[in-house]
């Protein structure tokens, strides 16, 4: 699946001029984005920042005041197949009376189309893709007796089976325990591996660097947006995030992230 | 795996138990009340039952979208097409159905909008639309009762519900369009199912939440213009909503909460409308709502697992099994 050396990157997600606004008040600003083909990119900005917005627009659930959006050149409407989505966990009701399996396979019902049931191969399907977040054993548990991690997972799983090339994902690392963030991170660098293109809303500044090789830094308009390296650095953050996020950098050689510093306050 | 087979003996229990309080209902409401079974009280505990089966059904997913005012806003919309519908073609039942399909439908309509284009939460669009159409109707019918016409005291039943004007031919009525309307279901249960769940992800899918949204809406305002002789604008939200709370006490599973839903549906409206029929003049609605609200109250005290004193006394039975073994030095940690 790895591609050769010499073929050009393709662009699988392209932004163009993107503007989004909820009654008036602008939540996106004159987006531009570009991001190539397998890669995992970290979307990182304050609460309400738009980067839900972002996703949202991009798979046309929120209107678009201007600005296009491509997946590989085509509109949404064209490339659904080949998108993935895991929305915030709270977007949902973990009341509602169903089971894990079937929330899965959920991820299944726009390939099956309109009234086509879920049969056998689609069970299937779901089934390797608990296994993939360790989830089988709770195949049949009702979702209400989840706990957030699990629930987190269930929702990768239902992206997972869509298969898609493009996959966006709104914080699948809230509220879930180091063990399951170090899980679903292996996840994600497995589905790039294999090309896909993952871009992950994040929160966690402190492990930026170490999941995402690329990143975009989000305030309503967009601050920076390209490899970690080079975009994730104090100046773009104190944009992003104004006054109330100082970064220092590591100044020793070493490649010990951990002593990167993040200082949070007023 | 064995505790779900339990959990699904449970509901057939359970369901089995409905049919025999109906059974035991039929000759304790012959003795002890003097209900006689006649053909007209048939037909009528019959549209009952088959009010509440819809009701129940269709009811469940606006429990689960959490939408359950829907159903009274719809409701007390439809009563100004009543009185229009009147005013235009008389007691005509037909007419006075399509009167009330339209002015609910209008609510509807008028209450997207609202939530659409301003910054009015559902919740209260819905409570406008109900004050203002539900207002209206009552000036209407008012205006009406007032005029000299002699035939309009048929009208008054669409407040709070009259079961015994149910006909003959109502009945039919109610079984074929509830016949469509459960295919309805049956044939979309998964997008109903998705977007009840989820629909922004029904949306991504490209199974459109707004379309299934709005034939989700169709069949909820044709079921609640066909319950509103029985049950009346007023209590019509309780007959659509209460055999689903109910229901969902009991089981985790959506397809068990759809049947259990129907079976305390047709108890509710069945039994409720052979009690309105013990005296004349006594509104069925009331008397289905009693009934639901009562078996509302036995589901949520008695329900495993979620019900109260299921809850107590798993909390009684964990504290001493739980003492007992930390006094014996037992480890049961995972
Ligand atoms: N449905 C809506 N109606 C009105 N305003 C909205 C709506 N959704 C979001 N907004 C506003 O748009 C802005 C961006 O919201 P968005 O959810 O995209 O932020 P976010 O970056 O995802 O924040 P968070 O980190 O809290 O998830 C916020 O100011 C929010 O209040
Ligand atoms: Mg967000």
Redesign the pocket.
């Known amino acids: 699946m790895s591609r050769p050396e010499d073929t050009p990157t393709r662009i699988a997600f392209t932004v163009e001029d993107l503007t989004v606004a909820?009654?008036g008040?602008p939540?996106l600003w004159d987006i531009d984005l570009r991001v190539p083909e397998g890669v995992l990119m970290g979307v990182i900005?304050?609460?309400?920042?738009?980067?839900?917005?972002?996703i949202?627009a991009a798979l046309d659930l929120?209107p678009r005041a201007a600005g296009t959006v491509r997946f590989y050149g085509q509109t949404y409407r064209q490339a659904r197949r080949l998108v993935g989505y895991v929305p915030?966990r709270g977007s949902v009701d973990w009341d509602f009376p169903t089971s894990v399996i079937d929330v899965v396979m959920m991820g299944l019902y726009g390939r099956l189309g309109w009234l086509r049931r879920p049969g056998r191969a689609e069970r299937d399907a779901a089934f390797a893709a608990l296994e993939q977040v360790d989830l089988v054993k709770f195949a049949d548990r009702q979702i209400s007796q989840l706990s957030g991690g699990q629930q987190q997972r269930t929702f990768l799983a239902r992206a997972l089976v869509q298969d898609a090339e493009i996959y966006f994902m709104?914080?699948p690392f809230a509220a879930v325990d180091a063990v399951t963030e170090r899980a679903i991170v292996e996840i994600l660098r497995e589905l790039r591996g294999r090309g896909k293109t993952v871009i992950v809303?994040h929160?966690d500044l402190q492990t930026v660097k170490d999941y995402f090789d690329r990143v975009t830094l989000?305030n309503v308009a967009l601050i920076a947006s390209g490899e970690t390296g080079q975009t994730f650095t104090a100046q773009n953050l104190k944009a992003a995030y104004g006054g109330r996020v100082s970064y220092m950098a590591d100044s020793e050689q070493g490649g010990d992230d951990d002593n990167d510093v993040m200082l949070v306050g007023d | 795996m064995s505790r779900f087979k339990a959990a699904d003996r449970r509901i057939w229990l359970l369901i089995a138990v409905m049919a025999l309080l109906a059974l035991l209902f039929v000759p304790f409401s012959q003795h002890a009340l003097g209900v006689e079974y006649d053909y007209t009280l048939q037909t009528v505990a019959l549209g009952g039952v088959l009010l509440g089966i819809l009701s129940g059904v269709v009811g469940c997913f606006a429990v689960l979208r959490q939408q359950s005012l829907i159903g009274d806003a719809l409701s007390h919309a439809a009563l100004p097409g009543v009185g229009v519908a009147f005013l235009l073609a008389g007691r005509d039942a037909g007419a006075l159905l399509i009167g009330a399909g339209v002015a609910a439908w209008l609510g509807v309509a008028f209450i997207n909008a609202l939530t659409a284009t301003t910054r009015i939460k559902s919740d209260s669009a819905m409570g406008i639309v109900l004050a203002a159409w539900f207002g209206a109707g009552i000036a209407l019918l008012t205006f009406i009762q007032s005029s000299p016409d002699a035939s309009q005291a048929g009208l008054s039943r669409f407040i709070f519900g009259q079961a015994a004007a149910i006909v003959r031919a109502d009945v039919v009525l109610i079984a074929q369009v509830g016949a469509v309307v459960l295919g309805v279901i049956a044939l979309f249960w998964k997008e109903f199912k998705l977007i009840a769940f989820d629909a922004p992800f029904a949306d991504a899918l490209g199974l459109r939440a707004n379309l299934v949204g709005a034939l989700l809406a169709t069949i909820t305002v044709v079921t609640v213009v066909l319950g509103l002789q029985l049950a009346g604008v007023v209590l019509m939200v309780g007959l659509l909503v209460a055999p689903g709370i109910a229901a969902r006490q009991w089981t985790h599973k959506l397809n068990q909460m759809v049947i259990l839903a129907a079976v305390f549906g047709a108890f509710g409206g069945g039994v409720g409308a052979v009690l309105s029929a013990v005296q004349a003049n006594l509104p069925t609605g009331p008397m289905i709502i009693v009934v639901l609200s009562l078996l509302v109250f036995i589901s949520m005290s008695l329900a495993p697992g979620r019900g109260l004193i299921w809850a107590y006394l798993r909390r009684r039975r964990d504290h001493q099994r739980f003492a007992y073994m930390r006094e014996h030095d037992i480890d049961v940690r995972p």
């Open positions: 909820y009654q008040k939540a900005g304050p609460n309400g920042a738009g980067k839900s917005t972002l949202k929120v915030q709104d914080e809303v929160h989000l």
